[in-house]
């Protein structure tokens, strides 16, 4: 989808879909009263039959109406006009976005956007609209044998339609939202690939792939390499499976040479079946998701790169499989982490973690002005917060409110769970310096616990996408998340905002 801005009236425009907002309480917007005028009214009356829902994203297509120069019109609901929320006016984007990526209008003009949101500016509406527009013409179709000839259904242009004078802050956020979409739309590729065909090789494949588009320089160890920096950690994860595992990383310096980069790690595991400590059967296919983290490292690089920002990014991805094997890592198994410390293995299903130590270790080398660790980490994540919220934990107060802050501007939201010291006894070993594993209680917690003991050179936060990655059921699929918080937070610092 193409996007366009452009000051004028709604009444004026020939387009294939003009999308206008009513508000619940029958008071129409500008840009709705206009219409109404134009077509003599005909808008209000229908809204006071009650035809059109009051919830909030409640939608209603309107064919040939007289007097307008459009083909369809459609009537969005915002809810209550004093009631107009961040979450309302998403809700209303979101659905529209839906009925004109399916719809058979080819253009649309979009007055949405021109709506008060309380708290927000223009930058702000437009930039979630153009994400969440874009998104929701996201299908994954890598799998299909018979790829469709015919030109994809939906709405290929958008005019964001205005009553104010357009000027260049308003073309950035346009720029912001779209390349957000499409860095979410590549981890959602990857996350959506099967895990016979997603291996790490292909990741570091991905990997070289986005580097020569965007000019990243990008490197990829191998196991002989990480043998040799003592990465015994995440080798031992990569033991069981035939698959040799890989060290990703991709640096983006838009820049200055010596300015300290922002570091992001992603847990990349191409499939996780728990290794011997063996998961059982049921939905055991969602774990070709355990690499999503990795994923939304490659999506926020492309998104980062395609703006231009001004900054230093590393991405670095721990990439392996986790498999039972004859040569697979057994519990009670002991080994020696990059960083020295020693890991008695209780479980071989907490193998996340194992693989990150290492890289996290490996991380110190960029001299990082801060790293954060994305990962589908824990269960017990989901069972804390839901699948609302991605779960936040860090050494530093002030990256963590920042993270919570992009995740509040983009409603990709993410909640903060203690790290306090007390919960380091929990990964008492007798044979090791630390166990791999904490107990049956506060799993995300102790798992956090764990990579703590590997990030005491650097400012860092550790995001737990368990829960946010991907959708289970009818809607099984990668969400792209958190990919709109950690852009927002590497634009922040890029405009020197944040940190
Ligand atoms: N990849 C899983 C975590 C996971 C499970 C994410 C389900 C999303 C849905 C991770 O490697 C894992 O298996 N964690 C274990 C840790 C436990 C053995 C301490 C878990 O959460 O059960
Ligand atoms: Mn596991
Ligand atoms: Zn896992």
Redesign the pocket.
Known sequence: MEFTIKTSSPEKLKTGCLVVGVFADKELSPAAAALDKACKGAIGAIIGQGDLDEKAGSTLMLHAVPGLLCQRLLLVSLGAADGLTDKTYRDAISASAKILASGSAEDAAFCLTDTEVPGRDMAWKLSQAARLLKDATYRFELHKAKKSDKPAKGAHKLIFVTRHKVNAAMETAITRGRATAEGMALTKDLGNLAGNICTPTYLADAARKLGKEFKLKVEVLEQAQMEKLGMHSLLSVAKGSVEPPKLIVMQYKGGKPKEKPVVLVG?G?TF?T?GI?L?PGAEMD??K??MCGAASVFGTLRAVARMALPINVVGIIPASE?MPDGKASKPGDVVTSMSGQTIEIL?T?????LVLCDALTYAERFEPACVVDI????????VALGKIPSGLMANDDELAAQLLACGQTTGDRAWQLPLWEEYQDLLKSNFADMA???GRFG?AI??ASFLARFTKAYKWAHLDI??T?WLSGDAKGATGRPVPLLTEFIIGRAEGRTG
């Open positions: 847990k595991i996780d728990g400590s998961k969602e774990m998701y355990d986790n479980n299903d907490a193998e996340g973690r990962a589908t980490l824990t269960g017990a994540c989901i791999n594993i904490g799993g102790t798992a368990a829960g990655a």
